[in-house]
């Protein structure tokens, strides 16, 4: 009986954030997917002209924001198709 108390419930994934909340999430994200572009533009022209050894000790120990920009828009994409799916869902079965 206590092994179950924190138990999600199998329909938490049907349940959508507030859209407050969602377009609030998607603002700060889609902010700092610009300033990670930025930073992906300026990290590349310092990189040209060097040599390969060159740029990976130049990248030692740094954020990359390449990568990071990847992970932002692939958790922006999983978010965004998820509250869309949610509520498409909730809209064809509750009305």
Known sequence: MLQCLNKKNWDVGLHPLAY???????????????????????DII????????EIALKKLGQL???RRLENI???MLERNIHQTICGISNTQVFH
């Open 20 to 42: 407050k909340i969602h377009n609030k999430s998607n603002e700060e994200l889609a902010e700092e997917m610009l300033k990670n572009t930025k930073l992906f533009s300026k």
């Open 46 to 53: 310092a990189t040209t002209g060097l040599t390969k050894k």
């Open 73 to 75: 828009s692939r958790a």
């Open 64 to 66: 990359d924001p390449k």
